[in-house]
């Protein structure tokens, strides 16, 4: 099991590497360079640069030279914990991120625990009393959650918040929090908004897990070992969470390698539709900003998030499963 | 006076021997029948099928594959799920319940809710199953030592540590080598001999009356199949267990068998002494079954005899007797329009023929 992981985490440099060099890639994407676009963008809105600070800022990164050299100089910075300076917002990189980068991860993992708490129950109802009205129900439920885009959940949900109950459900702080230093009162207030986004963002997962559940469990419940767990006197109910469930269970969570970055990356238009304070956004303005640094560092930090995501799933799936952690061993 | 009148009375043949249940019967299962209700249409998988086990007895079901042999004795221990249902008949089991082994209470399995406490109490327990195939049986993310307790715990006030013990003591009695170590282990890091151990193991952790082996040598090779048999023939002497013994194969019944059931399409054709069976087949069924068998005897050099045609579909059963289409000596007239019963032909084997009774008819 430690040979399994250690194996896991000393592919992680490698996979950076590559996810760097892809996010470096994007930021040279746009034609010109972001020292160009950007005076470009001064001189649009009637101030100008000197030639001496654009060339200081050429040099900075390197630009009058060949691309793996800036690509060098980028990914040392990097190291250093230099992310480098937001050409839109004239401020450090990491200090506009972190913040953000917290609350996505928060609001992910909420959203991760709330969509197992839902999907878990609805798939083993679904499968052990298949066709009754509980799995109908559910199944149209599931294919509502798969099918309506979420950032419409979020829309509905918002209109009918303010035009019902007459309050305003957006972001993930009462205003009196939301640009102060961490508190207890900022956790509780934090705890008070999450449940929203979390609901509209776990919905579609909700619905798919529970979908791949429900298949799974189906296909173990005709399995021999049931017909013998019943033959030894083992209650329905105890047989079908100890046996079927832990085997079906098993998909769903190397989905997991795919299900958690798509959480924290997905939430985008949802996150910019409710004004929440996460990375989401900031990636939309950095885009449309030719922020390019900017979006280099939330792209590469997406790849971060979605590298731990498949981390977890491995290692969870190793924990679950002795096959996969003998057939590690062995090799 | 009544009593001296039936006393008196000559025994007849056509009494059925599984009306009453004396002291020595274990288990006395008497018209059972168990449906298949689907949208396709009804499958009558056991129709009326009777039978006798006495204590310390090992009975052998054989038929095609396909002839009720599994639902039989699923519907025993009441694990027919749905769509299958047992509709009819009883399953009379003396209960173990008296002090020191002594017998208790007769108990009609068939009249028990099959996911309720007091089924759940016998099954497993005093009535246990060794599984066809051991590989798909033991789940294979759970230790066999975990799966053993779990058997153990179910049926016994006893801690986990105490269950463990109970289960080495058993896998050594199977003739499991390293018992200890082997509690740790996946069921697919084993032989599929020892696996078939771990379930015998099992099947034996909480002193059962009633073992029931449903074809426990199919999935296994032949010399590993041979050593299995010897040590449920040992453990049935040493233990003095009742066994139901399920298979297809003739062989096999010829080796563990006291008593055989021959079935057909949910049906008993025969029934009696392994002896009896073997050397004076009566129904044309097993007639035909026991030619087919190859021997290492055998003079001719030419195809072994078949039996003709093949099983029909259950949705789709002949009228009358079962066997009719494929048997070489059906009576035209009789044996596709009337349904012949098991009746006692002598004071040994039963059949289900006209050719044997022709008195014999359902209501």
């Known amino acids: 099991m430690l040979y399994y992981i250690v194996k896991r985490l000393l592919i992680l440099p490698f996979l950076l590497f590559v996810f760097s060099v892809i996010a470096f890639l994007l930021i040279q994407a746009p034609p010109g360079d972001f020292v160009t676009s950007y005076v470009a963008e001064l001189a649009a809105s009637g101030s100008s640069m000197d030639q001496i600070q654009i060339e200081a800022l050429r040099q900075l990164y390197g630009l009058d030279q060949p691309v793996y050299v800036q690509y060098f100089k980028w990914i040392t910075r990097l190291l250093q914990g230099d992310l480098g300076i937001s050409l839109d917002f004239q401020k450090p990189i990491a200090d506009l991120i972190g913040q953000r980068l917290l609350l996505t991860v928060i609001l992910g993992l909420a959203t991760f625990f709330f969509t197992f708490a839902i999907a878990l129950p609805i798939g083993i109802i679904s499968a052990t009393r298949q066709y009754s009205f509980f799995d109908y129900f559910f199944t149209v439920f599931n294919y509502i959650g798969v099918a309506t885009p979420t950032f419409m959940t979020a829309l509905i949900l918002m209109w009918l918040a303010f035009t019902e109950l007459g309050i305003t459900i957006t972001g993930l702080f009462s205003p009196e929090y939301a640009d102060q230093p961490w508190s207890f009162g900022r956790v509780v207030d934090l705890g008070k908004h999450i449940w929203l986004p979390m609901v509209i963002l776990g919905l579609d997962g909700t619905a798919r897990l529970a979908r791949i559940l429900r298949a799974n469990l189906l296909d173990e419940l005709n399995k021999p070992y049931m017909e013998m767990a019943r033959a030894k006197g083992l209650s329905e109910w105890r047989l079908v969470l100890k046996y079927p469930v832990r085997l079906a269970i098993n998909p769903l969570v190397s989905s997991l390698g795919w299900y958690l970055p798509l959480i924290f990356s997905g939430s985008l238009i949802v996150a910019t539709v409710l004004n929440l304070p996460t990375i989401g956004p900031l990636l939309l303005r950095s885009l449309i900003g030719q922020d390019m640094f900017l979006a280099g560092a939330i792209v590469l930090s997406y790849f971060g998030l979605a590298v731990i995501g498949t981390l977890i799933s491995d290692i969870l799936l190793a924990w679950l499963d002795p096959r996969i952690r003998m057939e590690e061993a062995s090799k | ?363």
Request: charged share 20%; hydrophobic share 40%.
């Open chain 2, 1 to 363: 006076m009544f009593w001296a009148t039936a006393c008196a009375m000559p025994p007849t043949p056509t009494i059925d021997r599984h009306t009453a249940m004396t002291e020595k019967n274990l288990l006395t299962v008497k018209n059972l029948k168990t449906l298949f209700v689907m949208d396709e249409g009804t499958s009558t998988a056991v129709d009326g099928v009777s039978f006798t086990v006495d204590q310390g007895q090992v009975v052998g079901i054989v038929g095609e594959s396909g002839c009720g042999k599994s639902v039989t004795i699923k519907s025993i221990l009441r694990i027919i799920q749905k769509p299958g249902q047992v509709v009819g008949g009883e399953i009379l089991f003396r209960q173990a319940g008296g002090k020191n082994g002594a017998d208790g209470e007769v108990i009609d399995l068939a009249k028990l809710d099959g996911r309720g406490k007091e089924m759940r109490a016998i099954r497993g327990n005093q009535i246990t199953l060794i599984p066809q195939e051991p590989m798909a049986a033991l789940s294979p993310v759970h230790t066999i030592g975990n799966q053993l307790i779990e058997a153990v715990r179910l049926h016994m006030d006893v801690s986990k540590v105490q269950a463990a013990e109970i289960a080495i003591k058993r896998m050594a009695e199977v003739g499991m080598p390293n018992p200890e170590e082997r509690m740790e282990l996946y069921s697919w890091e084993l032989s599929g001999g020892l696996r078939q151990r771990v379930m015998i193991a099992m099947a034996l952790l909480c002193n059962p009356r009633l073992l029931i082996a449903d074809e426990p040598t199919t999935a296994i090779d032949v010399t590993t199949q041979a050593q299995v048999l010897s040590l449920l023939r040992d453990l049935q002497e040493n233990h003095d267990l009742a066994i139901i013994f399920i298979t297809h194969d003739l062989g096999v019944i010829a080796q563990v068998a006291d008593d055989v059931v021959v079935m057909y399409l949910g049906r008993v054709m025969e029934s009696g002494p392994v002896d009896d069976i073997f050397h004076n087949p009566l129904h044309p069924y097993t007639k035909a079954l026991l030619a087919s068998i190859p021997s290492v005897h055998g003079t001719t050099r030419g195809p072994l005899p078949a039996i003709e045609g093949a099983i029909p579909h259950p949705f789709n059963r002949p009228t009358g007797c079962p066997f009719h289409p494929r048997c070489a000596s059906h009576i035209p007239g009789t044996c596709d329009r009337r349904t012949p019963v098991l009746v006692a032909k002598n004071d040994r084997q039963s059949v289900s023929c006209f050719l044997q009774n022709d008195a014999a008819e359902e209501d």
